[in-house]
């Protein structure tokens, strides 16, 4: 067995983010139990929904509370703000960061007039009062605040992301399209210049600020209630038509988007956030389909995993519109593939799901713009219509608490581009010792490859996010997996990869025959040039 370093490139600082709100935000009793858990398996940063409506007093009401100061913490009901007060005093004795996105539904009194009643809380919501909400908890999260009756201040939150989903209808932002003109867009744009000046002022202005949270797939005319493709919602979003030209006359003023040359120089003045936030955030979804099957030819506008570069090089030619020359890090902040058992619809096998999630990291740490890859869901969503599928089944965990392989696959992910070679060639093996992340790196130690159950090799670790890409030769067929030993604690592995050796090419016996008649020809000719001496040279003239 050989002892190597791995080398590494790609994304290298990837971070390992995680999102699970019913058990970090609503079940208090298994709070430590669920932070043990996902420490254990290596995750750095949480990410937290802050749902404005949840929080805002009186949200089922048209009407906020007289003398109610959004921008107050104390003016909300203080037992709203106990499960994240808890999560942030929980993540701070685990080490662990978060992300807190800020985002809808609004309460009631926030939303226009006239509000279809399955779309109240998403309804045109007000810029005004969402930067006021989001004012409180930047200044209750600032790391200063000391809520009444507590003995010192909150720890601090120091990275954010504005709404989530924003180009869907009915659970974020409506209406996405009125006639045909994309309004969901300029919505969004009110409410990400209220949130980003919002932080700016509370002292979070050298923060992390996520922009988009957008959901990948959409409709062509989405209306209220369905979702617009994500990038038209970011064409639309910065004020650009499909060609990526600046919008004009009544196409611009009916998207609430400059109408003259004169009003497009001052845009990125005038909308900071879509050029200084710190990177752009996406859900990179594609339901059943592996991670890297593109979207259909016909959905040019959706941007599911495999179609990332349509992203970026949107979101750079954009800026360059406009005289900027910022290329977005990414952030895939939610990510899972739904598993049946228990869910009956789009969804993977168990054992496919696990598979899936290792491809996935694999291209996410490829791309060097991509910083986090986030897990959706540590346990089952609660079961539904008569216990027939659950809401969201992308966990890692089934609901009565039981491991899938996809557990063992999160903590130890390995991937193999190629399963197949000649004998005596070498594979790629890349592979992550996640909870890496958790420990010094002189603890760390290194990561045994096996081949059938015996080691064939052993890679230091030497990445801080505990990633390593190396080839191996492999003496024969059989099953791959990998084996890592937590510093005084016990042996875990990856899944495993059935690997084999490919044939040798062979040539076509017809070929061989063919082959040596022309080499006796040739042999031939050569003599008969011997024998008979050169050709008489005559010059050759006319067009070459």
């Not at 298994?30 to 949480?46: C, E, I, K, M």
């Not at 179609?307 to 954009?318: A, C, F, K, V, Y």
Request: glycine fraction near 10%.
């Amino acid at each position: 067995m050989l002892w190597l370093p791995a080398c590494s490139w790609g994304s290298v600082d990837q971070s390992a983010m995680f999102q699970d709100n019913q058990l970090l935000l609503f079940d208090p009793g298994h709070l430590d139990q669920t932070l043990q858990t996902l420490s254990s398996l290596g995750v750095q940063r949480l990410r937290i929904t802050v749902e404005w409506d949840l929080i805002a007093p009186d949200s089922n009401s048209s009407r906020a509370p007289a003398g109610f100061d959004g921008s107050n913490p104390a003016d909300y009901p203080a037992g709203a703000w106990g499960p994240y007060d808890a999560i942030v005093q929980a993540a701070a004795r685990y080490g662990l960061g978060l992300n807190f996105n800020v985002t809808g539904g609004a309460p009631r009194w926030a939303v226009a007039r006239g509000a279809p009643s399955n779309l109240r809380s998403v309804w045109y919501p007000s810029s005004s009062a969402f930067g006021a909400f989001v004012t409180a908890v930047a200044t209750r999260y600032s790391g200063a605040y000391t809520p009444v009756g507590a003995a010192a201040p909150l720890p601090r939150v120091g990275f954010w992301s504005v709404w989530n989903e924003p180009n869907v209808g009915t659970g974020s932002l409506s209406p996405q399209t009125v006639n045909g003109v994309e309004v969901g867009p300029r919505l969004y744009r009110g409410l990400l210049d209220a949130a980003y000046g919002a932080l700016q002022a509370t002292g979070h202005g050298g923060d992390t600020i996520l922009i988009g949270e957008l959901a990948s797939t959409g409709h062509p005319d989405p209306g209220s209630e369905l979702g617009m493709e994500p990038l038209r919602f970011v064409r639309a979003l910065y004020c650009v038509d499909s060609r990526f030209r600046e919008l004009r006359g009544a196409a611009a003023a009916a998207r609430g988007c400059p109408t003259n040359g004169a009003g497009s120089a001052h845009f990125r003045a005038g909308n900071p956030a879509l050029f200084r936030a710190t990177g752009w955030s996406l859900h990179p979804y594609h339901l059943d389909a592996a991670p890297n099957v593109a979207s259909p030819s016909a959905d040019g506008d959706w941007v599911t995993l495999a179609d990332l570069p349509r992203l970026e090089g949107s979101l750079d030619r954009i800026q360059r519109v406009y005289g900027s020359h910022k290329r977005f890090p990414i952030y895939l902040t939610e990510y899972g593939f739904d598993t049946n058992p228990p869910q009956l619809f789009n969804s993977v096998s168990p054992a496919k799901q696990a598979t899936y999630l290792n491809e996935a990291e694999y291209m996410a740490w490829r791309d060097p713009r991509v910083q986090t890859l986030s897990q959706y869901l540590l346990k089952d969503d609660r079961l539904v219509d008569g216990a027939r599928y659950s809401a969201f089944a992308s966990g890692l965990e089934f609901i009565n608490g039981n491991a899938k392989p996809s557990f063992a696959a999160y903590r130890l992910p390995i991937w193999m581009p190629s399963v197949r070679v000649e004998r005596g060639h070498s594979l790629e093996v890349w592979g992550c010792v996640r909870p890496a992340k958790r420990y010094p790196s002189g603890a760390i130690g290194s990561v045994l490859i096996l081949l059938n159950g015996h080691a064939v090799r052993s890679v230091k670790i030497t990445n801080p996010a505990g990633y390593f890409d190396v080839r191996v030769t492999f003496p024969r067929s059989g099953t791959v997996r990998l084996a890592w030993t937590y510093p005084q604690g016990p042996t875990v592995y990856s899944r495993t990869v059935a690997i084999g050796f490919a044939a040798a090419a062979l040539i076509p016996t017809s070929l061989v025959a063919t082959g040596i008649a022309g080499l006796l020809m040739l042999c031939c000719l050569v003599l008969a040039r011997q024998l008979v001496g050169p050709a008489s040279k005559r010059r050759v003239t006319g067009r070459r």
